[in-house]
């Protein structure tokens, strides 16, 4: 105990007590490198909160070192600032570096800042994805198919960056598909990885379209490699085979001037008795693409 006190006693006492303070401020670049040490730290999270952190976190280690040369003349203090302004320095390369090497096309920039992003995603994960489909934005002109009915197989997931694409069943109009919706989710939610299929429906372009492609099993590699990854392509798909569903849901009547509305079978089917039934909810979620031909069925025998 006596050798621990008169340690900590050296370290506490070693050191003269400062009777006078010192009268005169220090020179303007000390209370400069004071201000970005205060402002540097105020950066957020992410790739540009690092640079905006490292740029300024910089530039006060640095002109601390410069303080430390011209104004006090400490080979020590100037020594650890310009060794710390340094590490900045090649900490901002290299952020920097990883910024421009996720740079995308104005397409893919347009696709995160609109779906992406909002939900969080960082851009090397956007990266990862992007390299998934190989970076290509694929074009389809306006009439040209990208589905056959009974002929195409199921072999990708794509989703629509621009224009408006038909679906069709027996030559009789389903829905539009709109940008930013997948092409074939109900394709792709109804096969298990390792099932085989073609189309039930035809996807028509009715203008001018931009897809990006996803092969089947490059993206279940991905899916395997990354879950998180897995988890928002399953998140997205719901939400996007739902919206497919609610753009058929206007077009279902029930008679007496009232609509069928999927979240509520059991109450118009006791509210409107001797109407004809239709298909419920349950028979509709499974098999997406057989559910949407059933309703175009019921549709048109009512008519």
């Known amino acids: 105990m006596g050798e621990n006190e ?18 005169e401020p220090e020179g303007s670049i000390y209370h400069l490198a004071s201000i970005l040490f205060v402002v540097g730290f105020m950066g957020g999270s992410g790739f540009f909160g690092l640079m905006y952190v490292f740029s300024l976190l910089g530039l006060g280690f640095l002109c601390s070192s410069i303080w430390a040369w011209l104004d ?14 340094v590490i900045c320095f090649i900490q901002f390369i290299y952020v920097t570096y990883q910024v421009r090497s ?32 190989d970076a290509e934005v694929i074009s389809l002109e306006k009439e040209h198919c990208y589905a056959m009915q009974g002929k ?73 490699k990354h879950r998180f990854i897995s988890r928002l392509f399953s998140i997205l798909i719901g939400s996007d085979i739902a919206d497919k569903l609610y753009a058929l849901n206007d077009r279902v009547h029930i008679g007496k001037g009232l609509r069928y509305d999927i979240r509520l079978p059991n109450f118009y ?7 004809p039934k239709v298909q419920p909810a349950e028979q509709l979620v499974s098999n997406s693409r057989q559910k949407f031909t059933n309703i175009a069925n019921c549709d048109s025998s009512k008519k």
């Open 269 to 275: 089917q006791v509210a409107v008795q001797g109407t």
């Open 152 to 224: 195409t197989p199921i072999d990708k997931l794509s989703m629509l960056v621009s224009g408006r694409i038909r679906v069709t069943v027996d030559g009789e109009f389903l829905h539009y598909i709109f940008p930013l919706q997948f092409l074939d989710s109900p394709e792709w939610d109804s096969l298990r990885p390792t099932e085989e299929g073609v189309f039930q429906v035809t996807l028509t372009a009715e203008t001018d379209c931009r897809y990006v492609a996803w092969r089947r099993k490059k993206l279940y590699l991905l899916f395997a």
């Open 72 to 85: 006090i003349c400490a080979a020590d203090i100037f020594s650890w600032n310009f060794v710390l302004f």
């Open 102 to 133: 996720v740079s995308f096309e104005k397409e893919f920039q347009e696709l995160y800042s609109s779906l992406f992003q909002p939900l969080g995603i960082s851009l090397t994960v956007f990266r990862k994805i992007v390299l998934c489909c």
């Open 6 to 23: 008169s340690f900590w006693e050296s370290l506490i006492y070693a050191h003269p007590t400062c009777v006078a303070w010192k009268q």
